[in-house]
């Protein structure tokens, strides 16, 4: 399995493997910067790929950050491996994340701040908590306030091996994705509950210019305009499912 790396933003880059037999991309970002992060840690499995995706940009041993959305082996699975090659780094996630799931599992103790952001040299980041968005009580997004990146998990997931960035249309490939999905063994992949709409219109009043998604193209332009759409497709695909139910 190969690593692809494309920088898609100043000191941002998407380091991303694709898996054949899922038709799935998985992407990881490094922000670089005085103390650098990495959202989603990647597999277990897929560690050494990931390493050495990280390892083409800087020097691992200099992470600080190691942040990711929920519990789950493709955000956070090789988190103690990171924390094992990466001397400086803390594990950067929800409140919930820290108490309920995190704080169990890392070997590092997990860092939370609230409302609080993390001035990382350049940039900082705010670390907002999105329970059951995309999935998971611990779920959050994370929220690059200088160049106004939304590093935003599972949300616009895409199939296929494709451009590691896009300026047009992500939400209609994310809407046929969903679509299949939810007559597949994949179904409830993203649960609809009555906070749904108003997540993603609290993330919209952000108006980020590039969304970093785990699955499929990263999207730079209008942000809150995608976020709102998405918020449309959720309600007709995954409400109109539920209210048929
Ligand atoms: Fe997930
Ligand atoms: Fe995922």
Redesign the pocket.
């Known amino acids: 399995m190969s690593v692809k790396v494309s920088e898609i933003g100043s000191d941002l880059y998407r380091i991303s493997v694709f898996v054949s037999d899922f038709n799935l991309q998985?992407n990881h970002f490094l922000l670089v910067d005085d103390e650098p992060l990495l959202f989603?840690t990647g597999f277990e499995r897929l560690f050494p790929v990931v390493y050495e995706g990280v390892s083409k940009v800087m020097d691992p041993k200099r992470l600080r950050w190691i942040s990711f959305?929920h519990f789950?082996p493709?955000?956070c699975g090789s988190l103690n491996q990171w924390l094992a090659a990466s001397p400086k780094a803390e594990p950067l996630c929800s409140l919930v994340g820290s108490l309920v799931t995190v704080g169990n599992y890392a070997s590092r103790a997990p860092r939370c701040f609230g409302q609080d952001a993390v001035q990382t040299g350049k940039y900082r980041l705010r670390y907002i908590p999105t329970p059951h968005l995309?999935h998971g009580w611990d779920a959050g997004v994370l929220f690059e306030e200088t160049q106004k990146t939304l590093f935003c998990?599972?949300l616009f997931?895409q199939e296929g091996d494709v451009a590691a960035l896009s300026t047009s249309d992500i939400v209609g490939p994310a809407r046929e994705t969903l679509i299949r999905n939810e007559s597949s063994p994949f179904a409830g992949y993203v649960p609809y509950t009555h906070n749904t709409g108003k997540l993603l219109s609290s993330l919209a009043a952000l108006h980020p210019r590039t969304l970093a998604t785990?699955?499929g193209s990263s999207f730079q332009g209008d942000g809150a305009r995608a976020l709102e759409d998405l918020n449309i497709v959720f309600r007709e695909v995954l409400g109109g499912l539920a209210a048929a139910a």
């Open positions: 998985f989603h959305s789950e493709d955000e995309p998990s599972d997931h785990m699955h």
